[in-house]
């Protein structure tokens, strides 16, 4: 089968199977099976990296000094698990990247605005990041009923009614832009989507807001290779 366009071969895109994880591949040629991760890295022309999306983020990492790229699936589980920072330092390790020379960009996912999550996630945050505090807000939901009848929630513990659990929002691009930046990479180098994928399904696909049955977004990174 001819793999070439206009005389111009084509480059194998390599994908993962994601699983949420810390898990990062270095790529140096096609694999001959499919691979599980969720973040690759290569220095290698001529060889396409994606990550899929559907409300988590896509982070492109690239040293144009050292000619390497890397890319990172990064819900909430491989965040907190710091699989960016690591993606950066197997850069440093593989290819002897400097992380002041790195360039990164994050893709649209779900945002601030709308990535509501629970106790747990937070707790989770705050075990491993001593800035996860400034990563969550608070939304405190209000209940018409209770506000209309508030004597049919009278309850024994002060102030004398059962209020509702305030709903917890996290900033997923702000944690992993800080943990690019906690790395060493430039913040003025670090360049963000304004996109939530909650909030734009004519553009967008996402998870949550079509609740599961949705497509993907693809992030993509390659290395051009040299003229010949």
């Known amino acids: 089968m001819d793999r070439s366009v206009k005389g111009k071969p084509l480059w194998p895109l390599i994908t993962l199977r994601q699983i949420h994880s810390d898990i990062i591949r270095h790529i140096e040629s096609a694999p001959g099976e499919p691979l599980v991760g969720d973040g690759m890295i290569t220095a290698t022309p001529g060889l396409m990296l994606g990550i899929q999306t ?11 000094k050292h000619h390497a790229v890397g890319v990172f699936h990064a819900g909430w589980r ?3 698990k710091r699989i960016v920072e690591k993606g950066v330092g197997e850069m440093i390790r593989c290819f002897g990247s400097r992380p002041g020379d790195l360039k990164a960009a994050i893709g649209p996912g779900i945002q601030g605005c709308c990535y509501e999550v629970g106790e747990e996630v ?8 001593g800035y996860a505090d400034h990563l969550f807000r ?22 004398g009614h059962g209020e509702l659990p305030p709903k917890i ?13 906690t790395a060493g990479v430039p913040k003025e180098n670090v360049e963000t989507s304004p996109l939530c994928t909650n909030c734009h399904l004519e553009l967008l696909f996402s998870y949550r ?8 977004l693809m992030g993509v990174v390659g290395i051009q290779p040299s003229p010949s």
């Open 54 to 64: 559907a409300d988590c983020l896509p982070v492109i990492v690239v040293d144009t």
């Open 78 to 80: 491989g965040t907190v």
């Open 122 to 129: 937070r707790t989770k945050f705050q075990s491993q990041f």
């Open 138 to 159: 608070e939304v405190k939901e209000s209940d018409p009923v209770r506000e209309k009848y508030p004597l049919l929630f009278l309850t024994a513990r002060a102030p």
């Open 169 to 181: 929002f996290l900033d997923l691009v702000e944690a992993n832009r800080q943990q690019l930046v």
């Open 209 to 216: 807001a079509e609740k599961g049955k949705t497509g993907r």
